[in-house]
């Protein structure tokens, strides 16, 4: 399959470009099993691949222009974008070009010796369902590059080099959990990363083996809201930081948690714009969700992955009534799976939106699916996608 994809891919762009390409390279969405904005907060995220992939196929070029195309027509695909590198400047390109563009400004910011390219996407990964699709393209984008430029950069270096893309060029202040998941995760395993120095460990969940299956539940829904509120809820965690005189909420134990919030109740409370958190709900959720990421580990590594699913769902009532970054949509998937049965269930990715993940028995995955569809159609939603996240590569070349 992949192979078949990846040939077509070959074939789309020697039919744009006139040549055959010098490779093909992968890179997956993502869900986040657990720890969610922890990693703007130098915390702890617990991400797995999905089999769903942005293939680039691509060959160098030598006069300094990076010329790009999808395959995707409601990307804003179908005309190849040109631009010259010397001339890219941050945001200063709108649309999706702007991700590889971004990488390869990224890159050159660095000092690394990356010239012109010809790239053409194919994607089977969601866009608009929190499931980083973004993230896969600019990681693919900059694996083609290292690739092609014989730069042996680490995946660590790529995940980071892809977030300064998105951060400085396209201008999202994300954190570097999903790009190191596109460029770290590894097949059968959920990656426990320490966003903080990158540590990382692949962590084996090994779901079908273990009778259990993990839904994603993609709501269909994007709320106007996110983008702002992303960034309000990173300054409001940078604000109880500094208010707790720590370089990061990482650095506030679980066990000071009473004490910290103690101290925090004589500090202004101002709920942000479009009724965000406040600081210490900010704080709660932060030091509680990084201890829930522990706990999964300490589930998992003791052979128990059914007992994770408490933890997914009061990870979901933190992200819904401490951070406040939920919406009906999640709530309904989330409620909808645990009275039809579900082991566990909780929003994925930034919030406002997107996709839940819900831990089953994979006995149970049909009628646990049904009910939430059910749920939908009853509240006059939309009809949700359900699909199995199997745990799945992360970025490689194919060809
Ligand atoms: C988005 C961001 C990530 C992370 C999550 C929330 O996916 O891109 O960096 O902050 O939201 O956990």
Known sequence: ??????????ERFREVYGAAPAGVWAAPGRVNLIGEHTDYNDGFVMPLALPHTILAAASPRTDGVLRVHSGDG???????????????????????????AGVVWAMREAGLPVG?????YDSTVPVGAGLSSS????????????????????????????????NAFVGVPCGIMDQTAAACCTEGHALFLDTRDLSQRQVPFDLAGRGLRLLVVDTRVKHELGDGAYAQRRAMCEHGARALGVHALRDVQYAQLPAALGSLAAAPQDAGPGGGPDVRAAVRHVVTENRRVEDVIARLDAGDPRAIGPLLTDGHA??????RVSCAELDLAVAAAGAAGALGARMTGGGFGGSAVVLVEEAAADAVAGRIVQ??????????????????AGARRLV
């Open 318 to 323: 933190s992200l819904r009534d401490d951070f």
């Open 375 to 392: 749920a939908f159609a009853a509240a006059g939603y939309a009809r949700p996608r359900i699909f199995p996240a199997v745990p799945s």
């Open 74 to 100: 409601s990307s804003g695909g179908g005309q190849i974008a040109e631009l010259r590198l010397d001339a890219l400047r941050p945001a200063s390109d709108g649309g999706w070009a702007a991700y590889p």
């Open 116 to 120: 012109g390219a010809d790239l053409h």
């Open 135 to 166: 993230a896969a393209l600019e990681v693919v984008t900059a694996l083609a590059l290292d690739d092609l430029y014989g730069l042996g950069l680490t995946r660590q270096r790529l995940a980071r080099l892809a977030q300064r893309a998105e």
């Open 1 to 10: 399959m992949t192979d078949q994809r990846a040939r077509h891919t070959a």
